[in-house]
């Protein structure tokens, strides 16, 4: 039996500790203050440090390290005898590591400790050992062997053993569980679980690694090919991968996302088919800025499930990867603790990753943005507020596209509506925002109800089954004056429509207003609610972008007064008056804004990231060069460089028009005229996807086409010139093949 087999590092790196005389870490690299745990040499969980206790394993310098009270724990006392088999199976006494024997023997105690107190039978011991070509003699070998490991156990015993006994059943070895380093790990991983719930990050991120730091290869490893340890070893083997999920997750929280990556990474490795380090490896690479790079694992766990299992991600994974696409700060928070057992995925199987389990977010919001540049908005919707008041129900419907400040508008609204009385209740995409928090109904008056209660009681489920639910609705919308904000309504089950357009049909006298905010008026799904809502007399509003002097307004409550006017003309421009953009902006240094040095906020960057991600290819080409050409869409160039018919040009802008990447600008005062253009960030963030070698091989292509032009701009031609460096044309032939040609 081969017993150097090593299991990867404790903390996913891959990299396998040294095996001393005397095993483990001394403590832990959060606890010493050397490194981050990352799995480097002398930093991570099973790396030696240098203090003097590192010759000693965790279990040695449990019996010689004092109880800190204060802080996080060190291991317990132990028993004089301790047991270790994460690993190897090892067998210490004091600072001892005893000889145990062959491996027959070793194999021998693995079984006993196996059954943690009960008697083995002779006649199960001999089968379990030799499964095959049992030898003769087996029974004597067993019994000696018994002899041996008591001697080497209990070697001061007085008279019978204790700890290795007999009787009648069979051989017992007695060990108390604190003995045992199985059960130190399970105490350190609860105490990381607990401090991580308290939000104690450093304490947690030291109990985590203390507890890896006693895995020193594969659990129960003499018994990794016999059939009696297989419920043990998967058992072990659970509670390592719950355990290496908890440290990535405790890593995200602090902020280490670098290593989170790299420990989730280990994990779907190891387990391919496991949804929670999927969606532990998602997150991190999201908080890490790489949200295009999360899409992609995203994309990779979706084909494994449906081409090796026949199944879909579970919805929870799917809401994840949707939150990503749409920067949804309501659900990318840093998983939280609790238990972070996974489960393979599918939507016929279990999973983990619903509010209240360990992917349940802990997202902190920051403070509002100044509201500025919806005075009139605002006005028109807390009239409704005065007229719902007088018990007639009122419905209004916000419109805009992501960033517009749909939500902002609709978080001032409930704001009036708290001071003057109302009872506040929030839906997105028609899924409880307040109320029962952490349940899942499918039943759109339950996911109403929830939103509607206040106290958390879970009495839903009882007020559907009840003859008439829709009136439970209704009179609960009747006992006091009442807003109600559906967020994201395009976005919500068709079931969701139907209640709120039984809803408009049935409400005549309530103290009840719902606003409800779409960023797609055209969407089928919402046609026929938002027809019964003009039937009605609804408000409708259509946010449109913030206005020069808004930024101005803006600028200056961030107290950023006499501004340039020009200065915040550049800031609109940058952010094509957009709420979100315009907020992210102003999180830069101002010489980061605007200007040669501008940068794009990573906020931004992620989303624009994740729409160029999911266009087709031909469109991403496409961008390319027109981001290489300019902001104003030159659409015969275009189609000339990538050898399209302007029809098939026209397709490819369409796609990226649809996605937010491009900008219609119509002519003022005409109708069906005006240009495509390539708003700003957007082209800086085409542009940074893109190697420097790309950029000149596009400039050149851009710099051949234009000059067999005869109306070319010089200007224009000397530009691409330039951007092409050492491949424009005059510097090297041109070649029909070129790969940035999009031939």
């Not at 509506?417 to 028609?430: K, Q, S």
């Not at 067999?708 to 460096?725: E, M, Q």
């Amino acid at each position: 039996m081969n017993q150097d087999r090593r299991e990867p590092h404790a903390d996913g790196s891959g990299a396998t500790p040294p095996r001393p005389a005397a095993p483990g870490p001394a403590v832990s690299a959060a606890s010493t203050g050397g490194g981050s745990g990352s799995g480097a040499a002398g930093t991570g969980p099973g790396a030696l440090d240098r203090s003097p206790l590192s010759s000693l394993s965790p279990l040695r310098r449990a019996a010689r390290m004092p109880q800190d009270v204060s802080g996080p724990s060190d291991l317990p006392h132990a028993h004089p005898t301790r047991f270790c088999v994460l690993g190897p199976v090892e067998v210490l006494h004091g600072d001892v590591c005893l000889e145990v024997g062959p491996p027959q023997r070793r194999l021998l105690l693995v079984r006993l400790l196996i059954e943690d107190g009960r008697p083995v039978s002779q006649d199960t011991l001999l089968r379990d050992l030799w499964p095959t070509d049992r030898p003769t003699g087996a029974a004597s070998s067993v019994r000696a062997h018994i002899s041996r490991l008591r001697a080497v156990l209990d070697p001061v015993r007085q008279g019978r053993s204790t700890m290795l006994v007999s009787g009648p059943t069979g051989y017992a070895l007695k060990v108390p569980r604190e003995a045992r380093d199985t059960t130190l790990f399970e105490e350190s991983v609860s105490r990381a679980r607990e401090a991580l719930r308290n939000r104690q990050l450093p304490a947690a991120r030291q109990e985590i690694d203390t507890a890896l730091g006693l895995w020193r290869g594969e659990a129960l490893a003499e018994a990794c090919e016999h059939a009696f340890a297989m419920r043990e070893r998967t058992r072990l083997d659970g509670a390592l991968q719950d355990a290496r999920e908890l440290r990535a997750t405790i890593l995200v929280q602090q902020g280490e996302t670098e290593q989170a990556i790299d420990v989730a990474d280990s994990l779907v490795r190891r387990d391919p088919h496991r949804e929670t380090s999927w969606a532990l490896l998602m997150r991190a690479l999201y908080a890490a800025g790489r949200p295009v790079e999360a899409l992609r694992q995203y994309e990779r766990f979706r084909t494994r499930l449906a081409t090796e299992l026949g199944l879909d991600p579970s919805p929870q994974l799917r809401d994840l990867h949707t939150a990503i696409l749409r920067h949804d700060v309501d659900v990318l928070g840093t998983p939280s603790s609790g238990s972070t057992s996974g489960s393979t995925s599918g939507s016929s199987s279990g999973t983990t990753l619903s509010p209240g389990s360990g992917f349940a977010t802990a997202c902190v919001r920051p403070e509002p943005e100044p509201f500025v540049g919806r005075d009139e908005e605002m006005t028109r919707l807390a009239a409704l507020l005065a007229a719902a008041s007088a018990n007639r129900p009122q419905w209004a419907v916000v419109g805009g596209e992501q960033g517009t400040g749909k939500t902002r508008l609709a978080e001032e609204l409930a704001a009036r509506a708290v001071a003057a009385g109302f009872t506040v209740a929030r839906t997105r995409a028609g899924q409880a925002l307040s109320g029962n928090r952490g349940i899942s109904h499918t039943c759109p008056t339950v996911q109403l109800l929830d939103a509607l209660r206040q106290d958390g009681t879970d009495s839903g489920q009882d007020d559907v089954a009840r003859q008439d639910p829709l009136g439970t609705v209704v009179r609960e919308l009747t006992q006091a004056p009442t807003l109600c904000v559906v967020d994201d309504l395009d976005q919500a089950p068709q079931g969701f429509h139907r209640l709120l357009r039984r809803l408009a049909k049935v409400l005549r006298e309530a103290p009840v207003v719902f606003v409800c905010t779409l960023r797609d008026p055209d969407a089928p799904v919402s046609s026929l609610l938002l027809a019964d809502l003009a039937r009605l007399g609804a408000t409708w509003l259509t946010l449109d972008p913030l206005t020069p002097d808004d930024v101005a307004e803006l600028l200056a409550a961030h107290g950023e007064k006499g501004v340039p006017p020009e200065e915040a003309a550049a800031l609109h421009r940058r952010a094509e008056g957009h709420p979100f953009a315009l907020a992210e902006l102003l999180r830069l240094p101002p010489a980061r804004r605007t200007g040669p040095r501008a940068q794009v906020p990573a906020a931004v960057r992620n989303i624009l990231h994740a729409r160029l991600v999911e266009l087709p290819d031909g469109t991403r080409t496409m961008l390319a060069f027109a981001a290489a050409d300019g902001d104003w869409l030159d659409v015969g160039l275009l189609a000339a460089v990538q050898g399209l018919a302007p029809d098939g040009l026209l397709r490819l802008i369409d796609a990226a028009v649809t996605a937010r990447v491009l900008v219609w600008d119509a002519d003022p005062g005409t109708s069906g005229t005006g240009r495509y253009r390539l708003p700003e960030l957007a082209r800086d963030v085409v542009l940074s996807t893109q190697t420097p070698s790309a950029r000149q091989l596009r400039h050149a292509v851009l710099a051949r086409e234009l000059a067999s032009r005869p109306d070319t701009d010089p200007a224009r031609l000397a530009r691409h010139l330039r951007g092409a460096g050492p491949t424009a044309p005059g510097a090297c032939p041109a070649r029909k093949d070129d790969p940035a040609s999009g031939h």
